[in-house]
T-cell receptor
Framework: SQQGEEDPQALSIQEGENATMNCSYK?????LQWYRQNSGRGLVHLIL???NEREKHSGRLRVTLDTSKKSSSLLITASRAADTASYFC??????????WGAGTKLIIKP | EPEVTQTPSHQVTQMGQEVILRCVPI?????FYWYRQILGQKVEFLVS????????KSEIFDDQFSVERPDGSNFTLKIRSTKLEDSAMYFC???????????FGPGTRLTVL
């Protein structure tokens, strides 16, 4: 079964606006991680939120986790052109591996 | 800041050839992983490695694949006889613990002709 399905698939906003991306998953998790990937490049770790946490902040990033709904959201505040990238959520299962969603492609228009 | 490194950045090979992709995980990390991403598709887990043995592997990781930690720093992925469908970006990752953040290398783009 697929874990970590993000929505929307694509999001285009003006610089300075906030961007919200959502992720849903199917099975129990230990933690959920958000990553960024610039086109054709590597995966950059953004935030890890554990199953017993509800919200976490890092700079302009805010992640929430609702285990009852099996969903998470990533909020980027005051977006910048450099935030243009694909954003993925990845959930772990009991066997350490990360299961990935298809990602949200975020475009920040100047 | 410590980071995961991978070499080469791009590997082109003929179908049927063997390739070895190399990774140097972050030095104090104990868990190592390989993932792949076929162009335009999701990142897929291949294998995790701890204490000099495979912890978990996916269905993709068949007998054509193997991993090794030949010394204290390198972590390699070998594909014995490459197929066209092995063309993908291969990412190595490492983490301190089993449920910690996984840090990824920049990837090796493998092209099988």
């Amino acid at each position: 079964s697929q874990q970590g399905e993000e929505d929307p698939q694509a999001l285009s906003i003006q610089e300075g606006e906030n961007a919200t991306m959502n992720c849903s998953y199917k099975t129990s998790i230990n933690n959920l991680q958000w990553y960024r990937q610039n086109s054709g490049r590597g995966l950059v770790h953004l935030i890890l939120i554990r199953s017993n946490e509800r919200e976490k902040h890092s700079g302009r990033l805010r992640v929430t986790l609702d285990t009852s709904k099996k969903s998470s959201s990533l909020l980027i505040t005051a977006s910048r052109a450099a935030d243009t990238a694909s954003y993925f959520c990845a959930t772990d299962d009991s066997n350490y591996q990360l299961i990935w969603g298809a990602g949200t492609k975020l475009i920040i228009k100047p | 800041e410590p980071e995961v490194t991978q070499t080469p950045s791009h590997q082109v090979t003929q179908m049927g050839q063997e390739v070895i992709l190399r990774c140097v995980p972050i030095s104090n990390h104990l868990y190592f992983y390989w993932y792949r991403q076929i162009l335009g598709q999701k990142v897929e887990f291949l294998v995790s490695f701890y204490n000099n043995e495979i912890s978990e592997k996916s269905e993709i990781f068949d007998d054509q694949f193997s991993v090794e930690r030949p010394d204290g720093s390198n972590f390699t992925l070998k594909i014995r006889s490459t197929k066209l469908e092995d063309s993908a970006m291969y990412f190595c990752a490492s983490s301190e613990g089993s449920y910690n953040e996984q840090f990824f290398g920049p990837g090796t783009r493998l092209t099988v002709l």
